[in-house]
């Protein structure tokens, strides 16, 4: 479903993806980790349109995407929620769900979705009419999480969906993303914790210093003495 | 009866400046620009009613309400369009480019001199309230300010577009990930300031009687003034500014001292710098300077 070959990307001369290669499979819940700085967010961005590509080239469901603008790739199917989630503080979550199916012309088909993720996520529902920026932290993430269903992208990017989060609110939010891939979403999910990724995912690649490092199966992975060179050593060398 | 009489000249005066920092205002929260060509948009609104002076009044109206929404739209399209990922610096550089450019093209095309324009004088007759007597100009200006603020404010709230400008305004590259057209809310807005900018161009005509091809850049500094002090990029911060200004200026020149009073705008600017020190990201909070995804 989508399909990175060779992705570079600079920020002036700071080169934070070198030759990026990384596929994503139909109903596929991919995990990338890596420690700060790796260029994780820099890769959602990319394929969001948010940053331009230098080289290389993005493809989704065969059609290369690369340099189109970011309101364009939402109506293809494609929804990012970015690191730090970005929900409109001063808009009501009513507000920001609307926001989210702003691509969206089948109204009705709308309120019906609205309502399925105040199901998933119940306190959105409390706070239905309240300023988003009232929201605790898990439960704007929640609301970064729904906002991006309500475009009913076929290609949901997370980016550190648990970060700063306790661990109740990060299971919950795992709980929905779990739910969305029986509804046949498809996912990929930059992490920073290593267990919520691997325990989440099918399949997760390393990244470390713009380049992928390793990749496999999640369930290879814990205990793999070669993961744990690659993914604790390149956070070792980060520090 | 005096201070009533104040009041409603601070009012007036204020709406005026509420509709001028408006216009900045808007393309500001949209964009990071400070127009200074704004005040060109309420100039060539003047010029095109000098130039249809005698037409019937509507015709007179119309045609400057497109002649300054059309020049908005085409400087957004032409100037600030390629350089929208600049940096606010260039951006605002080169709004004093296209604002010089547009003084100069009028300029060429009229003269220098101000040139007298019958537009409204009825307006100029008091009319006589409980013993005050208010210019009707004032009372017109603060009941058409009234109109399009709540026009302005139900927009916002209550159409897809108005909800979509806020989001814009609040974080722009988040909107466009959710699939807000940048190119359409920015036209949107720009074609908002043109239309708010031609009714401060009536006002200013129907108050001076004339126009000229300078008329636009005092206004558009008591503009940016008025915006600061609310709170660049929030849109009620603009509005609520302007109010302030007014009320600051009617103020100064009813209680300053005879002698002192021509010196009134001097006195609006270093209580403006005053104000910075206490409030330098002004009254509203501002999202002007949180930095994008
Ligand atoms: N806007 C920017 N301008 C300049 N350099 C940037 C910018 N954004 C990121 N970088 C640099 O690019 C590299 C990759 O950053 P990125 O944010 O993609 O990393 P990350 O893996 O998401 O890190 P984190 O885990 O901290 O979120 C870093 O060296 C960072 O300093
Ligand atoms: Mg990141």
Redo the contacts between chains.
Sequence with gaps: MLKIRDLHVSYGNIAALRGISLDVGKSEIVAVIGPNGAGKSTLL?AI?G?VRARAGSVEFDGRAITGQ???AL??TGL??V?E?R?I????SVA?NL???A??RRDRQEVARDIDRVLAMFPILRERYRQRANKLSGGEQQMLAIG??ML?RPRLLLLDEPSLGLAPLIVAQIYEAVRALRDQGVTALIVEQNVGRALSAADRTYVLSSGVIAMSGKSAEFAGNAAFDAAYFGVAEAAR | MIVLQNLIDAVSLGAVYALAALGIGLIFSVMRLINFAHGELIMVGGFTLYTLAGQPLLVMILAALLTSTVLALGMERVAFRTLRKASPATLLISSFAVSYLIQHIVLLAFGSRAMGVAFLPELGTAIDLGGLRIPLLQLVTIAVTLVLMAGLVAFFRLSETG??M??AA??F??????????NRVIAFAFAISGVLASIVSFYLVAQTGSVSYKMGVSMVLIAFVSSVIGGMGSIAGAALGGFLVGIVSVSLQAYLPVDLRPYRDAFVFLLFVLFLFWRPDGLLAS?ADRDR?
Excluded: C, N, Y
């Excluded at chain 1, 409109?88 to 808009?91: N, R, T, V």
């Design positions: 961005l969001a948010v603008q970011p309101e939402v109506t929804s990012l970015p730090g970005h409109f503080g001063s808009l507000e609307r926001l989210g702003t691509v906002r991006a475009a | 909800l979509q806020r989001a609040e974080d590259t988040m909107a466009r990930l959710v699939g807000v057209k940048a999202r995804v």
